[in-house]
Structure formats: C-alpha cells, structure tokens
C-alpha cells in the first residue's frame, strides 16, 4: 500500500507525478502556481485528490484499463500554498 501527499510549484511536474496517466496542465490564471496531490495505492485501487491554487486546463488521457470516477472538490479547500512553506 501506498499513501502520500506531495507539493508542487510547477503544474507540469504535478501533472507528471501521477505516472499512469498522460497529462498535461496549462496554468490560465496569473500568479504562483502551488498545488498539492494526495494519493493513496493498495494495488487495486487508487484514490487521489488534487488541490490547485490556480486555474488550469488539463489535457490527457486516463489509463487504459481503468475505470475513473471523477469528484470536483469544493472551494473551500485550504490552499496548498500554506502547506508547502
């Protein structure tokens, strides 16, 4: 089993860190970006939440085999700028 939280200052790497899926975000809002993704593995199945400071388009392709049930968050979600410091 595998349980994390990462922070992010570049929305490309946070994109990259989710390795079986093929992403790509592009930052449309000005500003810092900061992010943070929290996941948690146990080999068959794998949930995450991604909490971003900034808005983005996101472009990519889940992996093929998986079934993904998307939930957006709500916006009182505590910005992972403060956890990162």
Not at 48 to 69: D, I
Request: aromatic fraction near 10%; charge should be positive.
């Amino acid at each position: 089993m595998l349980a994390e939280i990462r922070h992010f200052n570049d929305a490309q790497h946070h994109a990259a860190h989710l390795r079986s899926w093929q992403q790509v975000y592009d930052q449309i809002s000005s500003g810092r970006f900061c992010s943070s993704l929290s996941r948690l593995n146990t080999g068959q199945l794998e949930v995450f939440r991604e909490v971003l400071n900034q808005r983005v388009v996101q472009y990519g392709r889940a992996p093929a085999t998986w079934c993904t049930l998307p939930f957006p968050s709500t916006p009182r979600c505590r910005s992972p700028c403060k956890a990162a410091r």
